[in-house]
């Protein structure tokens, strides 16, 4: 039988000590929202994903690998230290002014008129605070299964059901059976790509036509967070749709190439009428910082940072990828900084035979087998996670 968690009962457990954040960092995104647990005490995400944690972890060395949380271990990169560092000075001013700097050059970036950006404190605040506005009268959210949760999540929250469909056997989106449980209830489809915890991307081509078509029916949320580091895909933005007078908001973030996860800085583009709806409940760009936004303006400009950065994280995980299939894993196909890959061991001894070593992945079940996801940190740590697998399998 499913049970409930909340985070008093978390906290209690002791899954908020180092060892539960291994499993389960995200839970910070939507730390409120009660949780259910499978008998084997994972966390149920949804139909097909439960993620794996340790409520007692093992002693671990003093040197943690940290490589379970997407994370860019490169940056932020020196032009936006520098730009923090300068900034702090005027830390006592509200930064309106600043704010609206970056507005218009994501703006100028992005092609559209500042009326189309909304600023967050990172991406999935973002994300939140759609789905508060969007299903306060209930309805249903459409989106892919495995996907990422945040939206999903305080959509039900908020009183909204979800129709969750199964990705494709290339782990895909399904846009075809997504369109199919279109109901007149329906009031979002959210789409990942490329998609989290799987890494996996969707035709650009095929999700174009998609938005362009299914959004004359219901808004389209597109979160385009790896987006940069899709090396190789045939993948565009859907911020175009916009000019098309589409209703699709797209969410993008700093997070991930821009390695700046902890400034928190994200934004989405959509329709002014769409941000106008938004906003008369919950105002954007107020949670963000005075040093945050300036490390944003100037990362922006810092296109040698973002061309390193994809390089690297091309390069470590090739590195991995090559030695996964040396060491027999089927990995799934990534367009991110992350790969995910079936295991041959329970996904909690896995994370504890990690965590030993001082090595923090994630640990799911999908589709009832065990699977370990593991991010891009830097070469040197990638090749003491892969002669930890070696040593461990």
Known sequence: MNQKIDRRSLLKSGFMTLGGMASLPAIGAFANVPSRADANGNIFHSPLLRETFLENPPKTPPTVIRINANENPYGPPMSAR???SESVATGSRYSWKELENLVGKIAK??????????????????????????????????????TYMSLVKVAEATGASWKAVPCKGDWSHDLKAMEAAIDKDTKLVYICNPNNPMGSITSGKELLDFCSRVSEKVPIFVDEAYLELAVGADTQSMVSLLAQKKNVIIARTFSKIMGMAGLRVGYVAALPSTLDQIQKIT??????????????????DDNEFQDTTRKLNHEVKTYLCKNLDRLGYKYVTSYTNFVIFP?????????????????????????????????????DEIKQFVSALEAIS
């Open 109 to 146: 970036k992005e092609g559209v008129t500042p009326d189309h950006i909304m600023m967050g404190p990172g991406s999935s605040d973002l994300l939140e605070k759609v789905a508060i506005v969007m299903f306060a009268k209930g309805g249903n959210v459409v989106s892919a299964d495995p």
């Open 283 to 300: 105002r954007g760009g107020m949670g963000i910082t005075q040093t945050s936004i300036a490390a944003a303006v100037a990362s922006l």
């Open 82 to 84: 520098k730009a923090v």
């Open 343 to 379: 295991i041959n061991m329970s996904s909690k001894e896995m994370l504890q035979k990690m965590m030993a070593k001082g090595i923090m992945v994630r640990g799911y079940e999908i589709q009832g087998k065990p699977w370990c996801r593991v991010s891009m940190g830097t070469m």
